[in-house]
T-cell receptor, first 109, second 113 residues
């Protein structure tokens, strides 16, 4: 089983749609969780950290479920500019940072 | 405060040559990660270093690849006797402390011809 697994997609959605991504991780001792965004041929950039209580930043909501070992990202009112690959990131206690393979999102007009 | 600097941005090597990729972390950051990304694939962890120490190299191929992060100067990822399959984007990320955000460099795109 991979340490971090994501649905590769692609997700094709119209503008204004709500889309959700899930990510599962195998190491129950994982301590920190993030969502990164990567545009084509660019470096990944932090989108948001994921906290146990869940957190929201504008149209983006991230949640963590430790019992089931998954994190999620919800994007509301999708914009064309949201088209990118979304990477789930898990950091273990040994400081090893593991990236999921990413989920591709295409938002169309 | 300059971000993570990687150079060169693009590197072309013939099969059998050596490739040296450099990464200067953000000021104050003492943790460096190297990742490889093949075309149309996700990021794959290679190695995690702190100053003068390799903490985790479980993602590094056993042969031809090595990494260092000396007390002074950038972190270096070295690939000896490159093969076509080494063609990829190599990203470096640095962070200040545990559980912190990792900042990425713009990557080095290695092409082996």
């Amino acid at each position: 089983r991979k340490e971090v697994e994501q649905d590769p997609g692609p997700f094709n959605v119209p503008e204004g749609a709500t889309v959700a991504f899930n990510c599962t991780y195998s190491n129950s001792a994982s301590q920190s969780f993030f969502w990164y965004r990567q545009d084509c041929r660019k470096e990944p950039k932090l989108l948001m950290s994921v906290y146990s209580s869940g957190n929201e930043d504008g149209r983006f909501t991230a949640q963590l479920n430790r019992a089931s070992q998954y994190i999620s990202l919800l994007i509301r009112d999708s914009k064309l500019s949201d088209s990118a690959t979304y990477l789930c990131v898990v950091m273990t206690g040994g400081f090893k940072t593991i990236f999921g393979a990413g989920t591709r999102l295409f938002v169309k007009a | 405060n300059a971000g993570v600097m990687q150079n060169p941005r693009h590197l072309v090597r013939r099969r059998g040559q050596e490739a040296r990729l450099r990464c200067s972390p953000m000021k104050g950051h003492s943790h460096v990660y190297w990742y490889r990304q093949l075309p149309e694939e996700g990021l794959k962890f290679m190695v995690y270093l702190q100053k003068e120490n390799i903490i985790d190299e479980s993602g590094m191929p056993k042969e031809r690849f090595s990494a260092e992060f000396p007390k002074e100067g950038p972190s270096i990822l070295r690939i000896q006797q490159v093969v076509r399959g080494d063609s990829a984007a190599y990203f470096c990320a640095s962070l200040q402390a545990r559980e912190a955000e990792a900042f990425f460099g713009q990557g080095t795109r290695l092409t082996v011809v």
